[in-house]
Structures are given as structure tokens and as C-alpha cells.
């Protein structure tokens, strides 16, 4: 079945860079995206890729995809208080864009 | 444009009660969806709406009905509220060929 695996916390220190790791297992997946979730709000897609990409980069957030070892990585760079959230890694395969999230990864960025 | 919002924000439910969540978009999206987010479990899709008129199940259905009678709402019901239940609900929306869903702000229901 569907399932999207990523750890439960990150911690780093603010201008470090961060990195957030995520596997799935689907090999079919179409899209795959990292959603930011800030306190008390709803999701906000923060970047996605797609399957036939290895690499995404946009300002400070570099995607990389391993399709042979369904590993997706979220690498933030210079990372700022405002970027503490939970991060969801997740999937889909197009058709009705039915998504399966992962349980989110809750960074913490100390000043 | 308010995009995705929903309503209630916050409800207290006794076991046993019904209530409903309205969920309404303003971008014409095709497709709508009803989540819950409970801590560790990330996202489960409750049930999805592909058109107006049209309804299917997701990951966790049970407990739950939807209706989808106008193409910009999207409606769930709990006709008997359980602990089980007590959950924060997402509703999303997107437009077919789209690679976003967009997301409400969430409800936050308890049920004692």
C-alpha cells in the first residue's frame, strides 16, 4: 500500500541549514511535495517536484528526489525562526489528486 | 477571493450529537476534500468530492457522510459524534490537472 515515512522533529540552530527527510514507498507517485504547516493554520504548499526530476531548487529551498531508494529530501538554507513549523512530505499520483501525507516533521529553530 | 474557508472554527460536541461542517471554496475547483489530522498520523482523507452531486470514500470513512449538492460546498456530517472523533478537519480543494491542494484553516472539534 501507500505510505510516506518522515521523523517526528528537527532541531537547529537559525542560520544553519536544515534538512528533512522523507521515504515512500509507491514507485508510481506522480508528484511529490513538501506542505508547511504553521501553528493553528491549515497546509500551504511550500514546493513540489515531479517524479521524472532529481533536483528542484527555489530560493532557499532545494528539493532532491532518489527515485530508486524513494528518498526525498527538503533542504532549507539560512534558516530563520520564521520558518519553525511542521513539514509534510506527500504524494500523489495524479488521477483525482487523492494525496497520502506523511505525520509531519516538527522543526525547531533556535535563535 | 477568500479561497478555502470553513466553518465552524472551533465546536465542543457531546457524545452522541450530530453536527455538520460546511467547507466552501470561491476558485471553482472540481474536486474537494475532507481530512482529519490527529497527532503522529499526519493527514487521513475522510471522503472526496470529484464534481457536484458526486461523493467517494477516502482512508477513513466510517462514522462520517458528505454531501456535495453545489459545486462550491462541500459538507460533513457526524450523525453521532464520538471521543473517537475529537480531531482537527481539513478541508481542501483543487482543480483537475492541478498539483496543489488547496487548504481551509481547519476546524477544531472535540467530542467528550
Known amino acids: 500500500g501507500e505510505d510516506v515515512e518522515q521523523s517526528l522533529f528537527l532541531s537547529v540552530r537559525e542560520g544553519d541549514s536544515s534538512v528533512i527527510n522523507c521515504t515512500y514507498t509507491?514507485?508510481?507517485?506522480?508528484?511529490l511535495y513538501w506542505y508547511k504547516q504553521e501553528p493553528g493554520a491549515g497546509l500551504q504548499l511550500l514546493t513540489y517536484?515531479?517524479?521524472?526530476?532529481d533536483m528542484k531548487q527555489d530560493q532557499r529551498l532545494t528539493v532532491l528526489l532518489n527515485k530508486k531508494d524513494k528518498h526525498l529530501s527538503l533542504r532549507i538554507a539560512d534558516t530563520q525562526t520564521g520558518d519553525s513549523a511542521i513539514y509534510f512530505c506527500?504524494?500523489?499520483?495524479?488521477?483525482?489528486?487523492?494525496?497520502?501525507f506523511g505525520i509531519g516533521t516538527k522543526l525547531q529553530v533556535i535563535p | 477571493n477568500a479561497g478555502v474557508t470553513q466553518t465552524p472554527k472551533f465546536r465542543v460536541l457531546k457524545t452522541g450529537q450530530s453536527m455538520t461542517l460546511l467547507c466552501a471554496q470561491d476558485?471553482?475547483?472540481?474536486?474537494m476534500y475532507w481530512y482529519r489530522q490527529d497527532p503522529g498520523m499526519g493527514l487521513r482523507l475522510i471522503h472526496y468530492?470529484?464534481?457536484?452531486?458526486?461523493?467517494a470514500k477516502g482512508e477513513v470513512p466510517d462514522g462520517y457522510n458528505v454531501s456535495r449538492l453545489k459545486k462550491q460546498n462541500f459538507l460533513l456530517g457526524l450523525e453521532s459524534a464520538a471521543p473517537s472523533q475529537t480531531s482537527v478537519y481539513f478541508c481542501?480543494?483543487?482543480?483537475?490537472?492541478?498539483?496543489?491542494?488547496?487548504f481551509g484553516p481547519g476546524t477544531r472539534l472535540t467530542v467528550t
Open positions: 481542501a480543494s483543487t482543480h483537475p490537472g492541478s498539483y496543489e491542494q488547496y
Open positions: 509507491d514507485s508510481s507517485s506522480t508528484y
Open positions: 517536484i515531479f517524479s521524472n526530476m
Open positions: 506527500a504524494e500523489s499520483k495524479g488521477g483525482y489528486q487523492k494525496v497520502t
Open positions: 476558485m471553482n475547483h472540481e474536486y
Open positions: 468530492s470529484v464534481g457536484e452531486g458526486t461523493t
